[in-house]
């Protein structure tokens, strides 16, 4: 059994910082590409980052220069470092990973339980 445990939401002002973690647990043979999603109120789940299993990264527009991902692979931990946080930014924030467990044929995809940050003066 797979689990994606996600931290570090909250509450935050404008222009502040909060840093997500989401780790990885039970039986992973190896995790491939892991990602960060997002979902405001009213609207549908959005990928705002991503990093492969290789360290490469890519960042939905409206994070680009504010939000960093990163990941270790030795701790089976991605975290999502926010910066110059917006009102817009408030929202449940998941961790998505495509992981194949141990003795599985393929990998599947498997979601954290959702933490939420709120961006308010």
């Known amino acids: 059994q797979v689990q994606l445990v996600e931290s570090g939401g909250g509450l935050a002002q404008p222009g502040g910082s909060l840093r997500l973690s989401c780790a990885a647990s039970g039986s992973i043979f190896s995790i491939n590409d892991m990602g960060w999603y997002r979902q405001a109120p009213g609207k549908q789940r959005e990928l705002i980052a991503s990093i492969t299993s290789g360290l490469s990264t890519a960042y939905e527009d409206s994070v680009k220069g504010r939000f960093a991902i990163s990941r270790d692979n030795a701790k089976n931990t991605v975290y999502l470092q926010m910066n110059r946080l917006r009102p817009e930014d408030t929202a449940v924030y998941y961790c998505?990973?495509?992981?194949?467990?141990?003795?599985?044929?393929?990998?599947?995809?498997?979601w954290g339980q959702g933490t939420p940050v709120t961006v308010s003066s």
């Open positions: 998505n990973a495509q992981i194949r467990e141990l003795g599985a044929r393929r990998p599947d995809f498997y």
